[in-house]
């Protein structure tokens, strides 16, 4: 965990979602993600996974609509697991990048067509969540 989330020591304790070993074992045996979202609808990473993909192949549209739904099953799991809507969300937790995969891709797709206000929204929630997980992602 990166330093900046040891030195507040005030507010909210960092989120940790729990691991998908049925997801990580089945996409590390080549199973598709899109035949994954069919069996585990709540994995922000299978949505994250398709919505890199159709980004790659200019399918901005779909990009989106996966990465909304990654970002909005991957809020539920937070909220499940004691997130109050702030707070850490640290990426040295394996379990927490399907979520921040999800969001930073939502902002890129948003800026692709157009919807700057929430692409600065999604970078900002991003930054906060996890200052490093910009940084990672911001190349995918």
Partial sequence: MSDEFRKNLLGPEPTLLPEEPDVVARLAAGEEAVDLAARHPTSSLVWAILADEAYREGRT????????TGYHRGLDSLRRNGWRGAGPVPYSHEPNRGFLRALNALGRAAA???EIDEAERIAKFL?????????????S
């Fill in 61 to 68: 549209i779909e990009s989106y609509a996966y990465a909304r």
């Fill in 127 to 139: 930054r906060e969540s996890d200052p490093e997980a910009s940084e990672k992602l911001s190349g």
């Fill in 112 to 114: 692709s067509i157009g």
